[in-house]
């Protein structure tokens, strides 16, 4: 059974970080593509980066140079460093594996977590 947990949420302040941290469970962990995404009350699921098997990542433009996604295959975790966090950036986070490419698009993605809550306060 494939279970991802997501770690390291939070409530902070503007201009404050956070890391956010996904273990992954029951898949070949080093095969798998991840990515965080994040839902904002009353918005659809946003992508926010993904790295692949292989190290490269992309990021979303609202992220881009605040945000670093990175990962471990020894301790089957990829984890989220979170910088210069802004309001906007307050949702419910979720970490994302796929078998097939390290992709912006949620329904590319075959396993899920249940995501931790971020809160940024003005």
């Known amino acids: 059974q494939v279970q991802l947990v997501e770690s390291g949420g939070g409530k902070v302040q503007e201009g404050g970080s956070l890391r956010l941290s996904c273990a992954a469970s029951?898949?070949?962990?080093?095969?798998?593509?991840m990515g965080w995404f994040r839902q904002a009350p009353g918005k659809e699921r946003e992508f926010v980066a993904a790295i692949t098997r292989f190290g490269g990542t992309i990021y979303a433009e609202s992220v881009k140079g605040r945000f670093t996604i990175s990962r471990d295959n020894a301790k089957n975790t990829v984890d989220l460093q979170m910088n210069s966090l802004k309001p906007e950036d307050t949702a419910i986070y979720s970490c994302?594996?796929?078998?097939?490419?390290?992709?912006?698009?949620?329904?590319?993605?075959?396993?899920w977590g249940q995501g931790t809550q971020v809160t940024v306060s003005s």
């Open positions: 029951g898949l070949i962990f080093s095969w798998h593509h």
């Open positions: 994302a594996a796929s078998q097939s490419s390290s992709s912006r698009v949620p329904n590319e993605y075959d396993y």
